[in-house]
């Protein structure tokens, strides 16, 4: 079955670094473009990023844009998010979700990993 | 960036009770590129509408989606326990952009 699986949410203080990664199963990865979403605590859906099937092309939010970086590795079923700087408002679940080409409607998501920023 | 406005912010009903939600977006959505999404505490986000009516795989036919330009509508016919939850709009005719979310609470 599809699967889309999160990992590397953790703790870390602002200013600092860190690597998410989102591992597809179940499906034809290299069809699929791939985005974040993150979700602060007690807020609603924000679109954060999103990779072409074949990595080519990257699109990211005002937000996040010269922070974070994006790639894939097809080899692997999986994508990962470098987000740099890290500030409180970074704060969020942060879930991956597939779609058909760049502007789709996303038809699965992962079930998210948190990633807190605080000092 | 096109904005996405959802109305209400709650909604309040019963089982068996028709649900209504509004998304009205800043500017005309290309092609009904909208899709709506349920949303539970601790779940992934379920797709349940995409091109502004058509219901995604699984989807029960008490979920129906309408509209064009720059509303569009979800609305539940009966509602069941399973379906209490917050719903959101989405717009991916360009940069997609969600609306705040409707939580439709048991009253």
């Known amino acids: 079955q599809v699967q889309l699986v999160e990992s590397g949410g953790a703790v870390v203080q602002p200013g600092r670094s860190l690597r998410l990664s989102c591992a597809a199963s179940?499906?034809?990865?290299?069809?699929?473009?791939i985005h974040w979403v993150r979700q602060a605590p007690g807020k609603g859906l924000e679109w954060v990023a999103l990779?072409?099937?074949?990595?080519?092309?990257?699109y990211f939010a005002d937000s996040v844009r010269g922070r974070f970086t994006f790639s894939r590795d097809n080899s692997k079923n999986t994508v990962y998010l470098q987000m740099n700087g890290l500030r409180a408002e970074d704060t969020a679940v942060y879930y991956c979700?597939?779609?058909?080409?760049?502007?789709?409607?996303?038809?699965?998501w992962g079930q998210g990993t948190l990633v807190t920023v605080s000092s | 960036e096109i904005v996405l406005t959802q109305s209400p912010g709650t909604l309040s009903l019963s089982p068996g009770e028709r649900a209504t939600l509004s998304c009205r977006a800043s500017q005309s959505v290309s092609s009904s590129n909208l899709a709506w999404y349920q949303s539970k505490p601790g779940q992934a986000p379920r797709l349940i509408i995409y091109g502004a009516s058509s219901r995604a795989t699984g989807i029960p036919d008490r979920f129906s989606g309408s509209g064009s330009g720059t509303d569009f509508t979800l609305t539940i016919g009966r509602l069941e326990p399973e379906d209490f939850a917050v719903y959101y709009c989405q717009q991916y005719a360009t940069s997609p952009t969600f609306g705040g979310g409707t939580k439709v609470e048991i009253k």
């Open positions: 990779i072409s099937y074949d990595g080519g092309n990257k």
């Open positions: 179940g499906f034809i990865f290299t069809t699929y473009a």
């Open positions: 979700a597939r779609s058909r080409g760049y502007l789709g409607p996303f038809d699965f």
